[in-house]
């Protein structure tokens, strides 16, 4: 069993500031590449931000030069800041990884319970 558990979400005023943290923990090899996802009242569940095992980074268009995504990878935690926060980023924030349950495995995804970022004033 793996499992992915979120902290961090949470209200806070626009221009505000939230860091999310996702934790793996479980049985397995490796944790190859991991994403936040968000999904809004409504809408469709989209990709935020995704990185590599090697620190590779890439964005959604309406996130860049405001969150950083970023990794520890001895520790299998996960981590999202978010800065100059809008009302438009309130959403449940959903962790998602591709993990080697054994070596020569192929990937299995996993997903965590989600965590509500609410941005209002």
């Known amino acids: 069993q793996v499992q992915l558990v979120e902290s961090g979400g949470g209200l806070v005023q626009p221009g505000g500031s939230l860091r999310l943290s996702c934790a793996a923990s479980g049985n397995f090899f490796s944790i190859n590449a991991m994403a936040w996802y968000r999904q809004a009242p409504g809408k469709e569940r989209e990709l935020v931000a995704g990185i590599s095992r090697g620190g590779r980074t890439d964005y959604i268009n309406s996130v860049k030069g405001r969150f950083t995504i970023s990794r520890d990878n001895a520790e299998n935690t996960l981590y999202l800041q978010m800065n100059s926060l809008k009302p438009e980023d309130t959403a449940v924030y959903y962790c998602?990884?591709?993990?080697?349950?054994?070596?020569?495995?192929?990937?299995?995804?996993?997903w965590g319970q989600g965590t509500q970022v609410t941005v209002s004033s």
């Open positions: 998602n990884a591709e993990v080697f349950r054994f070596p020569g495995s192929s990937r299995d995804d996993y």
